[in-house]
C-alpha cells in the first residue's frame, strides 16, 4: 500500500549545507551596504566632531535661533494642514468617481518635481495679489505646491493598496452614509500613508531654503545660513540637530508603520511589500 | 493534439435588426451630469491653476518680455549666450555626471537592499533611511560635508596626518567636483527609493527559471533581469537629472554664486544682484531650464509606461 | 504504469556533455529533511519515482511539498537527506546544471521576450545556434497548440496561454525530469480542465518523469500515476489513484480525498468496532481510546426509508448521476450518503430513514470532539 522505499541508495550525504542556487553573494551585499553607510554616516559624525558638543547648547541660545525655528514649525503645521485638506479628498474622489483622471492627477503631481523652485517662486512672485505678497502665508501655499509630488503619492500608494472602491461599496451596501464611511473605514486605513504624507511635507519646510531666502522669510535653513557668516560651528551644530531630529522621528514612524500593516511600507513613491515564498 | 478550440456560442441571426434606440438625455443634462462629476476635483484645480500653471506662464510670458511689456527677443538671446550659455552647459554637465553615477551607485545598493531578504529589519532601516537621506539636501548639507572636506574638515585634516593633503594637491569642495560629491548624498537614496519598486517587480521565479533553463547569474542579467530593469533605470537617472537641475540651495551655500550655474543664476536675479533693466533675462534663464526639464521627463514618462508594462 | 515511449523529436541535445538515458530516468528522494527555524518542513521524505511516470504531490498548505519540489529543483537545500537521479547524487548539483524542466504557478515567462524567444530560451543558454533553437521552439509551441501567438509577449497572453508556453519553454531543453509547481492552480475552472488533459497527454507522449505538486486532490487523481498524500512534512500514502480511495492507509488520507463521513463508535475487542447499531470489523490500526470516529464514504452506507428510522433527512443535492442525501443521525452526527439518482425521489428533506454501516471492514480515528 504505503509504498516508501527502503533500499539504502548507492551514497547517503552527510547533513550539509550544500551550494544553494544562488549563494555567493552575501560577502559582495555586506561590503556594498557598509561602504555606503560609511559614507553616508561619516560626514554626520566629522560635524559632530566639528561642531562640539557645547555647540548644541549655545545654538539654542543664538539670537533668532527660535524666532526662525518657529516660523519654519509654523510654516509646516500650516503647510500640512493644507495639503492633506487639498490632497486627501482629491485623491480618494479621483479614485471612486473618475479613475479615467488617474493617470492625468500623476503628470500633474510630478509637475513640481519638474519645475525648479527657483524659477516657481519667480514665477509665483510675479502673479501674487498684494495682500499676500510679503505674508508667510503665500509661502505655505507654495510649499503645498512643493509637497504635492511626495504628499500625493503617498496617499495615492495609500489608496491603491486598498480596493477603495470595493470597501465604499461594502460600507454603504451595510448602511454607512458618506462621512461614515470616510471617518470609520477610508481615514482608519490610511493612517500609515497619511502619515507619511506628513512626515514628507513637514521634512521638506524644514528644510527647504531656496524659496524662502528668495521670498526674503527668515525661516530656520535660512536663518543657519546666514549665522554661518559669523559663526560656523553654530550652523554645523543646527544642521545636525534637524538632521538627527528627523532620522529619529522617521525611524520610529518607519518602524513602527510597518509592524502595524504587517510587513508592509509606505514609501515615497511605493507599497513595498515583502515578498512571501509561497507554502512550504 | 492540441487543445480544443473553443467555440463561441452562436449569436443572434443576423437578420435581426434591434429596434432604434429612444433619444437619450438632452445635451444640457449630459453637461451638467458632467460637471457635476468633475465638481470634487475643482478646489486642487483651482489651486494648481494658481500656484502653478499661472506662475509658469508668467514666467513664459516675461522671458519675452522687455521692461516696457513689448515683445522681445533679447532676453532668450541674453539666456543663450555668454555667461548664462555657459551656466547652461554647466548646470548640464554637471547634472549628467550627477544622475548617471548615483544612478549605477544607487541601482547596486538598492540590488544589495533588496537581495538581504532574510535581514528584514536592515531593509527597514535601509529603506527608511533612503527616505530620510533623499530628503536630505540644502544648507545643512552643505555645511556637513564642509566639516568632513572643507579646507579643514576632518576627512581632510586626516588625510593631511597622513601625508596626503588634498587642498595642497588641487582639490576644493567649493568646486564642481565637491558639488558633485556633495549631490551623492541625496542623489544616491533617491535612485534607491525609485528603482526598489522595479527591483520589487523582479520575481523570483524569472531568476528560477533562467537558472533552471541553465543560465548562469551574469547571464540572467543579460538577457532576463537588465532588459527589463533597463526602462526603470533610465528613467530614474531622467528624474535624477531633473533633481540635480533644479537643485539650488546646496550649490547656493558652497559655491555663494562663484560657479556659473543657472539655478543659482536665476536666483540672483531676486536678490537684485544684477543691472536693473535686465530682469526678464531670469525668466527666460527659467523658461529655458523648464523646458530642457521637460524633454527628460516626458522621456521618463514614456519609459516608465514601457517597464510598467513589463513589470506587472 | 506508464508505457515508456522514447522522447519526440530525438536530437540529442549537444553541450556541456550532459548524459542522457534512453528511456526515462527513475527519480529517488531519499530522507529528505528541512526546517525553516523551529517549522519542520519536510520530515524524512522519500519517495521514489520510476522513468516515465507522474507523481503527483498532494496535500495542504504547509505540508512540504513545495519545499520538496524545490529541492529537487535545486532552489533549496535539504537539511539532510539526498536527491538521486539514475542512481547518481546530485544534492550538490547547482539548479542551472541539473537538466530539469520546472513550470511555476504563474508570471514566470520572462517579460522582455516573445513567446518563441520565452521558449527557446533553454537552448540559447545550451548554445544551440539561432535558427536551430528558433525551429525547436517554434515545434514546441506547435505541440502545446500555440503557434499562432509565437511573436505575441506574455502580457499580450492569457493566463492559460501564458502555461502552456511555460510548459513548452520547459519541455524544450528535453529535461530528464519535470517539475510542475501548482501550474494550474492560478487559472480558471475551465483553463484548468483542459490544460489538466493537454499536460498529462505531452508527458505520456514524450516519457518524462514528472512531479507535479498540487492542493487540489482531483487534480492529482486525475493526472497522476501514483499521488503521495503529504501532510506536516510527511508522506501519509503513495498509492495509485484509485487505491488511495478506496484503501486509505490513515485518516488523514481518508479524509482529504474525497469525502468522508465521521460516525462515533466504540471499540470491542477482537478488532471490531460498534457503530449505529451495528459492529463491524476494524481495517488497519486501531487508535488507543475506545471512543472512535468510523470513517465511511458517502456511497459506502447504506439507507433505507423507514418509519421511525435513526435519522431525518436534512439536504438533497444534485449531483449528476448521483444525490448526495445530508441526513442529521440521533445524537446529532451528521452524515452524507450518496444514492443514484434514479431512486432518490422520495429522498425529500424531512424524510426519516435508516442509516446503518455495510458488514465490511471500516477505518477507524481517533474521536474528534467540537
Redesign the interface.
Known sequence: ?????QEA???????R??????RG?TV??WA??LV?AV??L??????L???GISAFGSVVGESGFSSSLGLSVRLAVITTVITIA??L??AV??HL??PG?RRLLE??T??????????????????APGFLKGTSWLLA??Y??LAMPFSYRAIDAGLRALDLKTIVEASSSLGAGWVSTLGRVILPNLRTALLSATV?SV??VL????MA??DLFQTF??W??VN?QTS?QV??A???L??WF??MI??VL??RQ?RKTGGG?V????V????T???? | MGPSVAVPGSLADPGTLSPAAPSGPSRVTLALRWLRRVSGIVPFAVYVTFGLLLPMVAVAIGAFQDNDGAFTFSNVDAATHGIYLKGFWQSIVLSVISSVIPGILGLIVAYAIFTAKRAQVLRQVAITAAGVFANFGGVPLAFIFIATIGSSGLVSQWLTSLGFDPYAHGFTLYSLLGVIIVYLYFQIPLMVLVILPALEGLRPAWREAAANLGARTWEYWRYVAGPVLLPSFLGCVLLLFGSALSAYATTEALTNGTIPLTSIQIGSFLNGNVIAGQENIGKALGLGMVVIIAIAMAFYVVLQRRSARWLR | MTTNTTPDAATTVSGAGRIRPGGGTSVLLHQLTRSFGVTRALDGLSIEMAPGELVALLGPSGCGKTTALRIVAGFETADTGSVLIDGRDISSVPAARRDMGMVFQSYSLFPNMSALDNVAFGLRMRKIGTDERRKRAAGLLDMVGLAPQAAQYPHQLSGGQQQRVALARALAIQPRVLLLDEPLSALDAKVRLQLREQIRLLQQQLGTTTLFVTHDQEEALSMADRVGVMSQGRLEQIAAPDELYTNPATAFVAEFVGVMNRIPGELRGGGMVTALGRAVPVRGRAPDETAVDVLVRPEGLTMEITEHGNGIVTTRTFLGSVTRVGVQLDGDVAVQVDRPSAESAALAPGASVSVSLPAQPVLVAPRRTG
Open positions: 500500500m504505503a509504498a516508501v522505499v541508495p548507492e551514497a547517503i550525504a552527510p547533513p549545507r550544500g551550494p544553494a542556487a544562488f553573494g559582495w551585499r556594498v551596504l555606503t559614507y553616508f561619516l560626514p554626520l559624525w566629522a560635524a566632531r566639528f561642531a487639498l490632497m479628498p482629491t474622489y479621483v468617481r473618475l483622471l503628470g500633474i510630478i509637475l513640481p518635481i519638474v519645475i525648479p523652485p527657483v524659477v516657481l517662486i519667480v514665477g509665483v512672485l510675479a502673479i501655499m507654495v503645498v505646491i514628507l521634512a521638506m528644510g527647504e531654503y531656496t531666502s528668495l535653513p535660512v543657519i545660513y554661518s560656523g550652523s554645523v543646527a544642521s545636525l534637524a538632521t528627523f532620522l522617521i525611524t518607519g518602524t510597518s511600507e514609501t515615497l513613491f511605493t513595498a511589500r515583502t515578498e515564498r509561497g507554502d512550504l
